[in-house]
């Protein structure tokens, strides 16, 4: 009898060491699953593929991070190795990427080495060159460089630099005419790149500057205070001289001479 009932209590505690082995495994197994649900320290290698949502305040990644929703009340860094960093890929009619700050500081700073290319400051001022928008857009452009272009490297049709001169028609394109519309006429100013000519109040020009509407019985006019009007001319040996001309006050010719001080 004695050697049953001690038989029975060996039984009893090899089970109690059992059940007891058995639930610090659990416990051992169920911590190791949190620990990789839940990142409450660093992981900085491997993948780490989020299905739902992970809130945290300080993200590090130097692997591959996947993530259907991720919330960060910090700082996310991303400085994976590969030729892209980070993508972001939309699929729906939401917006696909917002920035949002209730704070004073810069919305967006594009940073090529050490220089800043692209800024949205506080405000919605966007500056591209510049760190320090003055308008709604402010480009600089380096040295000589262009700050505008429109059109291509081969049919460039604006091109604005930085020093303030404005090219158009940079490659001679016949194509490519400027019409500059008035509150009434359509044709207030007109250069016509085909045939080289330019127009005020012409759609047509017919001379190298035509003033009004070419057509019969089309009135023209030029209001100017003072005309003298340079023209060039050869003397009766061939040389090439300039003659300037004046009307007088009964719009007769005044005279001519080949210097402007009896002009004006």
């Known amino acids: 009898m004695y050697f049953m009932h001690t038989k029975i209590k060996q039984n009893i505690r090899v089970v109690l060491q059992s059940a007891i082995a058995t639930f610090f495994v659990a416990v051992v197994v169920t911590v190791a699953a949190q620990a990789a649900t839940t ?43 590969s030729d892209t960093p980070l993508t972001v890929n939309g699929a729906t009619s939401s917006t696909t990427l917002a920035v949002y ?33 003055t308008g709604i857009l402010s480009v600089n452009a380096p040295g000589t460089s262009s700050a ?14 930085s020093t ?36 005020i109040g012409s759609s047509t020009p017919q001379a190298l500057l035509s003033v009004g509407d070419p057509q019969a019985n089309a009135t023209s006019s030029i209001d100017v205070g003072l005309p003298c009007f340079k023209v ?19 719009n007769t010719l005044g005279g001519w001479a080949t210097s402007t001080t009896s002009c004006f």
Do not use: C
């Open 39 to 81: 990142i409450g320290n660093n992981v900085s290698t491997g993948t780490i593929t989020a299905t739902g949502a992970y809130t945290g305040t300080t993200i590090t990644a130097t692997g591959v991070v996947t993530s259907v929703g991720l919330t960060s009340t910090g700082i996310v860094d991303v400085t994976a190795s």
């Open 148 to 161: 505008l272009v429109i059109g291509s490297s081969t049919a460039t049709i604006l091109d604005v630099k």
């Open 164 to 199: 303030g001169v404005v090219h158009a028609n940079d490659e001679g394109t016949s194509y490519v005419d400027l019409v500059w519309e008035g509150d009434t006429k359509t044709n207030l100013f007109v250069i016509d790149a085909s045939s080289d000519r330019v127009g």
């Open 232 to 250: 060039k001319s050869y003397k009766g040996d061939g040389t090439l001289i300039d003659y300037y001309m004046w009307p007088d006050v009964d």
């Open 101 to 133: 700050n209730s704070s004073t500081g810069d919305l967006v700073n594009v940073i090529d080495g050490s220089t800043e290319v692209f800024t949205i400051v506080d405000g919605g001022n966007v500056g591209v060159g510049t760190s320090t928008p």
